[in-house]
């Protein structure tokens, strides 16, 4: 019984404290990472049905403007309100370029989102946002479309992923439901193939959660009865590919999908912490993106994997105003909902946040705090067990990439073979062969221009099938079933605040300034020589190559698709990553665009379409 007593004395006493700290905290920095708004629908077939004339298929709508727009209310709100920072985060109501960095997914719906967010921060007539995309193609920072492993798991096994969603689809919808609601949603040549009804589903949910923002999913009758339903085979769709299992040595060895987001966050609170810069970073992107990072924080539940449309992230930097060294961060998450009078206000819906202590103990964040060293090695905890982890996938999801062995094929380099061989180029080639950053075919020995070899690309083949793919297939099977390491395979550092090298060859800093390096990692180089540096202080190179389609997408390419020559045709833009300024620099670049003076920038971004095929995604 006495000790019972002490127990519940000593947890009382914990609560305090945490309630005491707590009133200390005050915000220093925040990170904002958040979903486009409503669109219209992503589809091929019927378009002026589905989408109608105001809006093309696939863009940000006038209601998905205002979702977005009611986050920026609340972040201005919020990071000016004194019980929260010392003093005001946003003291003008004029766009400010040295307070806040803003990037984007290159994609339309994306751009216009972060200016709308940017409008709802900024209210004042002086509007001249400046917002940074990169080619989405090999953007692997905020499009988990270009990381190798995503890919495996959403297109390059279509059984698996049939034997995951089709029970689900089975125990919520008839195939006679099906194909009503096919008629309401205008995708009846979609939905004629039973055993490919895991396709037709997906796409119809993506039809009907579009009319649902529109105010038009009433009058689909049958398409509104299946909603639900549908719902389940979303949700069941991103658990398939974006959850994560520690028990999993596939899982292990390809870390969680958003590390490199993930760790670039903490090379930003590290940054800011040394010498304090931006106020707020704000990452525009897709479903896609904030999925996977709230499991990157140990939220894996119901409401993650239900994304909505301008689904947000907040990740705060709070400092103990009574002990400068504790440091803290909050996670909040919460999307824009329509009140009575028909505009939209952002609610806050919860995240289920995780800390690991420095025993290495698993605990759920108080309020959604984490003391920040504990919130680092939760971040760390789902990363790739090994250098370049992100390149392993199943024998069979790397067979049905259709990448050519060597030149000698005379074969072309496939869309997908051409994005897994930009973002794993040590892993690209047999041994002996060099992987050419001209057209990524594998030549024999030394001597081709912008050339990335490889030192050993051996498949190391567990239990589970993964693979660190070799276009020469073979493997070296493990007794403990996980991966064999070779010399170009560094096991990655302690949780301790080390820094992962990303899928683009580039490390993300820690507070200790320690990297995890390959000995064998290397960035093919681009076709034009340039490099851009980011906000993640990284430094990649890209020829721009060929499009996939989202993991949401609606259209997928063959194991034929775009030959290499197709690929060099796309030209990347020498300064298409941002460099980051001081905000004195960044404040005076701002006045000479105002005034008209030239210096090599440009307000906003604009969307390059590169075919018709690329800007089509289910996102």
């Known amino acids: 019984m006495a000790s019972k007593l002490i127990r519940v004395l000593a947890a009382a006493l914990l609560v305090a404290a945490a309630v005491s700290v707590d009133a200390r905290l005050v915000v220093r920095m925040v990170q904002v990472v958040h979903r486009h708004g409503a669109r219209s629908a992503l589809i091929n077939d ?41 003093s005001p985060l946003f003291p003008s109501t004029q766009y400010n370029s040295s307070l806040v960095y803003t990037r984007s997914t290159h994609t339309q ?45 959403s297109w390059l096994d279509n059984p698996a992923l049939y034997a995951a969603l089709n029970p689900v689809i089975d125990e919520h919808l008839s195939w006679d439901a099906i194909q009503s609601a096919a008629k309401d949603a205008w995708i009846e040549g979609l ?30 009758t049958n398409l509104k009865a299946v909603y639900p339903g549908l719902m389940e085979v979303n949700a069941a769709w991103f658990k398939y590919v974006f959850s994560w299992n520690h028990t999993s040595k596939l899982d292990l060895t390809q870390g969680s999908a958003s590390q490199n987001l993930a760790q670039t966050m903490l090379a930003n609170i590290n940054a ?12 525009s992107a897709h479903d896609t993106t904030v999925v996977p990072l709230a499991v990157t924080f140990g939220d894996q539940g119901n409401t993650t994997m239900r994304p909505p449309f ?19 961060v909050r996670l909040i998450r919460g999307n824009p909902v329509k009140i009575a009078n028909g505009t939209y206000v952002f609610r806050q819906t919860g995240i289920e946040a995780h800390c690991i202590d420095a025993a290495g103990i698993r605990y759920r964040a108080s309020a959604g705090i984490c003391p920040l060293d504990d919130f680092r090695r939760m971040v760390d905890y789902s990363r790739p067990a090994v250098a370049e982890g992100h390149c392993a996938m199943t024998q069979a999801q790397y067979s049905n990439m259709g990448c050519p062995r060597t030149i000698a094929d005379n074969k072309p380099v496939p869309s997908r073979c051409w994005i897994y061989r930009y973002a794993c180029p040590s892993k690209a080639c047999p041994v002996t062969y060099i992987l050419s950053a001209a057209d990524h075919q594998c030549y024999p020995g030394a001597g081709i221009p912008n050339s990335s070899s490889s030192s050993d690309v051996t498949t190391a083949s567990s239990s589970e099938g993964i693979t660190a793919s070799s276009s020469e297939g073979t493997t070296a099977s493990s ?31 820690s507070s200790e300034g320690t990297t995890a390096s390959s000995s064998d990692v290397t960035t093919a180089s681009s076709s034009e020589g340039t490099t851009a540096s980011s906000s993640e202080g990284t430094t ?29 045709s796309f030209k990347e833009p020498a300064s298409w990553m941002p460099h980051v300024f001081s905000p004195k620099k960044g404040r005076r670049i701002a006045a000479d665009i105002l005034r008209g003076v030239p210096n090599g920038f440009t307000v906003g971004a604009v969307v390059r379409k590169h075919d018709e ?5 289910r996102q």
Not at 613 to 617: D, P, W
């Open 46 to 86: 019927n378009t002026t049905e589905i989408c109608g004339t105001l809006y093309p298929c696939g863009e940000l709508t006038g209601e998905g403007v205002e979702m977005v727009r009611a986050i920026g209310e609340f972040a201005r709100s919020r990071y000016n309100d004194l019980s929260l920072v010392e």
């Open 109 to 153: 719906r994306t751009i216009q989102s972060a200016t709308a967010f940017l409008r709802g921060l900024f209210q004042d007539d002086y509007f001249y946002p400046v917002v940074y995309s990169r080619n989405r193609t090999t953007d692997m920072l905020l499009s988990t479309d270009a990381v190798p492993s995503v890919m495996g798991r």
């Open 191 to 220: 939905c004629t193939d039973f055993n490919a009804r895991t396709s037709c589903v997906l796409d119809m949910y993506d039809v009907a959660a579009a009319f649902e923002a529109a105010g038009r999913l009433d009058n689909a």
């Open 272 to 283: 800011h912490r040394l010498s304090p810069s931006y106020n707020m970073f704000e990452y």
């Open 310 to 328: 301008a689904v947000t992230i907040f990740v705060e930097l709070l400092q103990d105003t009574a002990d400068a060294s504790g440091w803290y």
């Open 479 to 509: 007794s403990e079933g996980t991966t064999a390491s070779s010399s170009d395979v560094t096991t990655a550092s302690s949780s301790e605040g080390t820094t992962t090298s990303s899928s683009e060859g580039t490390t993300a800093s």
């Open 540 to 568: 990649t190179s890209s020829s721009e190559g060929t499009t996939t389609s989202s993991s949401e997408g609606t259209t997928t390419s063959s194991s034929e698709g775009t030959s290499s020559s197709d690929v060099s």
């Open 613 to 617: 095929y690329y800007s089509r995604h």
